[in-house]
Antibody, heavy 123, light 108 residues
């Protein structure tokens, strides 16, 4: 079964940092670009970041640019998101999602999603 | 960044009726690179449509997508009880990828 499982959701203070992990299984991890998408409580979806299948290309959304690093580890079949300088508005469920097309660099639509991990930024 | 505006915000319909959802882009979306997702409470989004009009695997044919350029539509024919949810459009033709703010389809 194709699966993405996020972890690392925390309660953090403004100005702090966090690292989210997404464990992949059931597909060839090295063939797919992966994305992070977040959703603030009661709000819509916000695309956050992507990293290409080979780790050589990445993109970030404007709201997190300069504070975020996306990475992946092929040996662990895992995707990571490091976010620093946390703000109240970073409070959200963070989803890991798979790009639908193999070997893409620019990212396309998202065909597999994890269940998400909750990040709460509060003082 | 391409801004996607979805309308209406909420659609109240009965099972068996047709739902028509709109997604308008602030710029032309190249090669109709627009997708639609369905999200139910407490669940992750589910891909419905990609390339503006192509149904994803396992999606019933009562869901259809249309449009090009800046104007796109998701139509749900003969609403089933399980169809009531929030629907999002997403463009992937330009960076950053962006989502619309969502349309909620409620049971009337």
């Amino acid at each position: 079964e194709v699966q993405l499982v996020e972890s690392g959701g925390v309660v953090a203070q403004p100005g702090g940092s966090l690292r989210l992990t997404c464990a992949a299984s059931g597909f060839n991890f090295d063939e797919y670009t992966l994305h992070w998408v977040r959703q603030a409580p009661g709000k819509g979806l916000e695309w956050v970041s992507l990293i290409s299948w080979d780790g050589g290309s990445f993109e970030y959304g404007d709201s997190v640019k300069g504070r975020v690093t996306i990475s992946r580890d092929s040996s662990k079949k895992s995707l990571f998101l490091q976010l620093s300088g946390l703000r109240i508005e970073d409070t959200a469920v963070y989803y890991c999602a798979r790009d639908a097309l193999k070997w893409s660099y620019n990212g396309y639509y998202l065909d597999v999603w994890g269940k998400g991990t909750m990040v709460l930024v509060s003082s | 960044e391409i801004v996607l505006t979805q309308s209406p915000g909420t659609l109240s319909l009965s099972p068996g009726e047709r739902a028509t959802l709109s997604c308008r882009a602030s710029q032309i979306i190249s090669r109709n690179q627009l997708a639609w997702y369905q999200q139910k409470p407490g669940q992750a989004p589910r891909l419905l449509i990609y390339g503006a009009s192509n149904r994803a695997t396992g999606i019933p044919d009562r869901f259809s997508g249309d449009g090009s350029g800046t104007d796109f539509t998701l139509t749900i024919n003969r609403l089933e009880p399980e169809d009531f949810a929030v629907f999002y459009c997403q463009q992937y033709g330009a960076s950053p990828k962006t989502f619309g703010q969502g349309t909620r389809v409620d049971i009337q």
